[in-house]
């Protein structure tokens, strides 16, 4: 990938101020934290969709990351009302990424973060692209690897809870190296 002067300082510093001038760019990560249940409180990478969905104009300190049901938010969603005004987390298949995107949106949800369906993914990020309706959506949407949505999930199960609490995005560019706390089964 080329990167221009600007750009090259993004991904390296990745100011809020870079975000809101250029956007992120496929391959780009964007992390999050979750701060509520203790045990899942780590740093979580995921990566924006390749060509729709909006960026990320703010930085939510605290916000619901609730589990979209059901999991594959092709249509309506029972939980829909929990949804509006936070972010949805939704799982790979039955229908595109798209129209995932658009489901969360028509609820109200300010961002989704769509988690593969593999469960053993813990290393490979999806290209989420645009299907071939020409619709829009104007919500972010976030690739997020299988492993990490399974564990988020069985967090909240085993916790009795609808939703985390995150913060997103985070900027790990301020957190030194051995405090970065990221998932255990995702270490490389």
């Not at 993004?10 to 250029?22: E, I, K, N, Q, Y």
């Not at 390749?50 to 990351?65: A, P, V």
């Not at 085993?158 to 270490?187: C, Y």
């Amino acid at each position: 990938m080329v990167v221009g002067a600007a750009g090259w300082w993004c991904l390296v510093l990745w100011l809020p101020a870079c975000v809101a001038a250029h956007g992120l760019r496929i391959h780009d990560y964007l992390y999050f934290q979750v701060l509520s249940p203790g045990d899942i409180r780590y740093i979580f990478t995921a990566t924006p969709a390749k060509d729709f969905g909006g960026i990320f104009h703010t930085r939510y300190e605290q916000i619901h990351l609730v589990p979209a049901e059901p999991s594959e938010a092709c249509g309506e969603l029972s939980n829909g009302f929990f949804i509006q005004d936070q972010i949805a987390l939704v799982e790979r298949g039955g229908c595109s990424f798209l129209s995932k995107t658009r489901v969360v949106q028509e609820h109200g949800g300010r961002a989704v973060i769509i988690s593969d369906n593999a469960v053993d993914n813990d290393s490979f990020y999806v290209e989420m692209i645009q299907d071939s309706t020409q619709r829009t959506a104007d919500i972010p949407a976030l690739f997020l690897l299988g492993r990490d949505g399974y564990m988020i999930r069985r967090s909240l199960e085993q916790h009795g809870l609808p939703w985390a609490i995150i913060s997103i995005p985070v900027n790990v560019t301020s957190i030194p190296t051995f405090e970065l706390l990221q998932p255990p089964w995702t270490f490389w």
